[in-house]
């Protein structure tokens, strides 16, 4: 069964740093890209750093230049470190990554998400 537990979030005053984890297990995976996308209330889901299988990645314009998306292939864990952040950071948190389900390749959000709050 494919899982995926993200952690690492809480409450961090403006200008301070979280690093989230997103620990997955149960699976083959279908493609190598990975991502890390936040909800806030009342918002459209907004995709906030990719990588993919050669270790490229990419960054919203928002987050670019204070997150930084990694991934531990022993570990089969995505992180994602929040520097820097600001209120606008305020958001549950999922991983999304492609993995084999009764021979389809599904790439979905495995996980409950972790929440992040910013306060000013």
């Known amino acids: 069964q494919v899982r995926a537990v993200e952690s690492g979030g809480g409450s961090v005053q403006a200008g301070g740093s979280l690093r989230l984890a997103c620990v997955t297990s149960g699976y083959e995976l279908c493609r190598y890209d990975m991502l890390w996308y936040r909800r806030a209330p009342g918002q459209e889901d907004e995709v906030v750093s990719q990588?993919?299988?050669?270790?490229?990645?990419s960054y919203a314009d928002s987050v670019k230049g204070r997150f930084t998306i990694s991934w531990a292939n022993t570990e089969k864990t995505l992180y994602l470190q929040m520097n820097s952040m600001n209120p606008e950071d305020t958001a549950d948190y999922f991983c999304?990554?492609?993995?084999?389900?009764?021979?389809?390749?599904?790439?979905?959000?495995w996980g409950p998400g972790t929440q992040v709050t910013v306060s000013s």
């Open positions: 999304k990554f492609g993995a084999w389900r009764y021979g389809l390749c599904r790439f979905e959000g």
């Open positions: 990588i993919d299988g050669s270790g490229k990645t």
